[in-house]
């Protein structure tokens, strides 16, 4: 008697539910070893795995494989129900297959099903696998989808999962194929114990439930890593990584701050953020706004301040186009400036308001008073490129100074001998006290 009729009659011979056989005892076609089918599965057998079973769907995938002669080999179990028993397997001597109700049968191998089985095979949070193991569409790695989340392998960076809002993130940056690349570790407990992160090749994701998940990378990603990354006094991102208006720039917000970087300046940690709305009755003609908010990130900055653009409004107000600001004196303001100024729609708090007009009356480039508990400044459309940073500059307590090196010039910001301009130590100061940052 063979082992496949040793093996068929502890399953209950013909009357068990393997049924009677179909085909007598062949040998598999490679030649290594023996097999019978019957009417309900089949039962292989080969010198190195004995002789096992395997039928539905799991056989049905096997098959579809190249049975035997796939990277799977022979069977090493029989199929068996999964300890919850919702589902059912068999082991080969290359890899398992598994099936459930819900996912159907899939195959997963090799140093996936490694990780897999560590993590705690179909109890564990990934749950059952959803793909066979797959080439992914860079041709570098490979991968399995699970019901909970993904475990995805390189030759270089081992197989690590992925799941939740930061797989989330991920697949909307396109997977491996984005700046991010592979994942070189599991999801993991930030050393806070409030979030959650994968670092990947390019960079990390990071989440909390307060602030979603977000990427950080490069230069950025650097910094705060070396100020003590979520426990540094920035706090977790609350943003992607993000180009600046004139695209020469880039930033990430956190929740107490954020990071700018440019060529010029490398990266630089903002302490305080002013939060700018923009309020546009005529587009300015020399310099953008855009060229404007950027000149102003990259001249904050270096005095630790964060600007958050946080809104654009057109106004219809041709009456005030052509602004009457008097002598601009702070504390000393006009009828069309408390006019202009109630215009506050989406603004809270201290946020700050720009207002661009035509042209101020008398003629000057911008003007920074501003009626009480109203934060602002009105910018006329021939401003230089440094006056909205000099104008929200005054806001924030700063007062002109007599040096053209500096954005503070009393002389004239056409004047600026040295873009970008400086913001000394103690205009930093004043901007990090200004009751419109925070």
């Known amino acids: 008697m063979s082992d496949i009729d040793v093996k068929y009659a502890a399953l209950g011979g013909a009357a068990g539910w393997l049924g009677p056989a179909t085909t007598p005892e062949l040998v598999a076609p490679d030649g290594i070893g023996h097999y019978r089918h019957y009417r309900s599965g089949s039962i292989y057998w080969s010198p190195a795995s004995g002789a096992h079973e395997a039928h539905g769907r799991i056989r049905d995938r096997w098959a579809a494989l190249g049975w035997e002669r796939s990277f799977l080999g022979y069977p090493v179990t029989d199929e068996t129900a999964v300890p919850g028993g919702v589902g059912r397997y068999n082991h080969f001597q290359g890899g398992s297959i598994y099936w459930s109700p819900a996912s159907d049968s899939h195959e997963v191998h090799g140093a996936i099903r490694g990780k897999w089985s560590s993590l705690g095979w179909e109890r564990s949070f990934l749950g059952y696998p959803l793909t066979d193991e797959s080439t992914t569409p860079d041709g570098i790695g490979r991968y399995n989808h699970f019901q909970g989340g993904s475990i995805y392998w390189t030759p270089t960076t081992g197989a690590h999962e992925v799941h939740g809002a930061i ?11 984005s700046f991010l690349g592979y994942p070189l570790t599991d999801e993991s407990t930030t050393p806070d114990g409030i979030g959650r992160y994968n670092h990947f090749q390019g960079g990390s994701v990071y989440w909390t439930p307060a602030t979603g998940a977000h990427e950080v990378h490069g230069a950025i990603r650097s910094l705060w890593s070396s100020m003590g990354w979520e426990r540094s006094f920035l706090g977790y991102p609350t943003s992607d990584e993000l180009s600046t208006e004139d695209g ?191």
Request: hydrophobic share 35%; with cysteine.
């Open 248 to 438: 020469t720039g880039r930033y990430s917000e956190f929740q107490h701050g954020s990071i700018y970087w440019s060529p010029a300046t490398g990266a630089l940690a903002c302490r305080e953020t002013v939060r700018l709305h923009i309020k546009c009755l005529t587009a300015p003609t020399r310099f953008s706004i855009n060229q404007m908010v950027s000149n102003m990130r990259l001249t904050y900055a270096t005095a630790q301040v964060g600007v958050k653009y946080a809104s654009f409004e057109v106004l219809n107000l041709p009456a005030l186009n052509d602004l009457d600001v008097g002598a601009c004196n702070m504390g000393n303001v006009t009828a069309e400036q408390v006019d202009l100024f109630s215009h506050r729609n989406n603004v809270t708090g201290n946020d700050v308001v720009a207002y661009f007009v035509h042209s101020t009356q008398p003629p000057f480039n911008g003007c920074a008073a501003f009626p009480a508990g109203r934060p602002g400044a009105a910018v006329a459309s021939g401003a230089s490129a440094w006056t909205l940073a000099h104008e929200i500059g005054h806001v924030l307590g700063l007062s002109h100074v007599n040096d053209n090196n500096r954005l503070m010039t009393g002389n004239g910001t056409d004047n600026i001998t040295n873009p970008p301009p400086d913001l000394i130590a103690s205009e930093s100061t004043t901007m990090l006290a200004s009751n419109s940052t925070n």
């Open 167 to 177: 797989r989330g993130k991920w697949s909307s940056l396109g997977w491996e194929r």
